[in-house]
């Protein structure tokens, strides 16, 4: 009890005021970690994007200078087996509906080889037949009818003098015979040598085309799978038809331009109406320029054997039958898939000549063609590829 009364009777001391407390002090926030220095942020602003962007560029140019350089030097392997492929793909139909009538991929095969034969050999023995006797005189024609446009000429308001004429006309003789020109000469034996080892590629390479060609395509897409593998098929798919699509058109349009031109020649009493038709046909296979050169030849004979005012009714003539191929034929044989603009078949003209010659020249467009199919059909059957679609409107 003493005990108790003792610890009752001390006094318990008052605990102080809250506001007499220490205010608590606040937490430091805690250091952020110096970086440590690094050259990826060098990549990273505007400047190194730009930097990077120019590297994959170089990378890619000089990926497609090497693929130009190889093909160039297997000029004699990659010619054959385009120009084999492209005829496949011209006449597929009729080996597709050789299948589907039950015919063996064997028969099927030989029966559009000697189909292909026989309308080539047919149409080169026209050629032959319609020049033959008068390719001489065709060029006299054309010769004279430049001499006699200087005589034009230089009655015009130009710097054209006769001297400049005789120039040419002189530097032109000097190469012809020249040692220069023996070395060509001597230099065809070699290019006629290739011509037949390209031509049996062509025939072989052909063969096996038309018999096997789905057969190939598939062994060549046996990496691909999943999505890669479906792109592949409709990249194959749009190649054929494109090119088939675009031979047949050409060959048709062709053919017109030869038999409108001719019918204009021969009611204008033109003389060599036949050769220069033919010209006109051969020459039709080159886009633009084939035109253009059977056009002014066309004029120039026209210019020696009726005068001025015929030749320039020959030059309507050409400009209407072309018009006609242009916004009527083309569209309605080769289809809005086949819609080069002129300038990207100018510059494809360009670039092929340069690289392949006259055989560049007629084969540019035709693979500018398939590109463009390509890249039309990347992400789906009509969707092209992200950065060929549209997204906004254009000027038509």
Known sequence: ???FRSRLAT?????????????????????????????????????????????????VLLLVAILVLILTQLSLVFIPITIALILASAIRPFVAWMRRKGVSPMLSAWTAMLSILIVVAGVVWLIVAAVRDEWGELATSAAEGVVKLRDYLVHLP???????????????????????????????????????????????????FLKDGPRIWEF????????????????????VTTLGDYVRGTAIVAAADAIGIGLGLFILQVPLAL?????????????????????????????VANGPITALIVVAIVILVNQLEGNLLQPVLMGRSLKLHPLVILFALTVGTVLGGIVGAVLSVPIAAVAWGIVSVWNGEHTPARPAQRKRPELS
């Open 1 to 3: 009890m003493r005990l």
């Open 11 to 59: 006094p318990v001391e008052p605990a102080e005021p809250a506001e007499h407390a220490e205010p608590a002090q606040p937490a430091q926030p805690a250091q952020p970690a110096q970086p440590a220095p690094s050259g990826s942020k060098l990549w990273s602003d505007r400047f190194g994007s730009i930097a990077t962007r120019s590297v994959q560029i170089v990378v």
């Open 158 to 208: 130009f710097d054209i003098t006769d001297a400049q004429f005789d120039q040419f006309k002189n530097t032109l003789t000097d190469f012809f015979t020249s040692s220069q020109f023996g070395l060509g000469a001597l230099a065809g034996v070699s290019a006629a040598a290739s011509f037949i080892t390209g031509l049996f590629l062509i025939v072989f390479t052909l063969f096996f």
């Open 220 to 239: 060549i897409l046996r990496p691909f799978t999943g999505d890669s593998y479906a792109r592949a098929k409709r990249v194959g798919h749009k190649t």
């Open 275 to 303: 050769p220069l038709a033919v010209v006109v046909f051969l020459t039709a296979f080159i886009p633009l320029v084939g035109a253009t050169v059977a056009g002014i030849l066309a004029a120039l004979v026209a210019l």
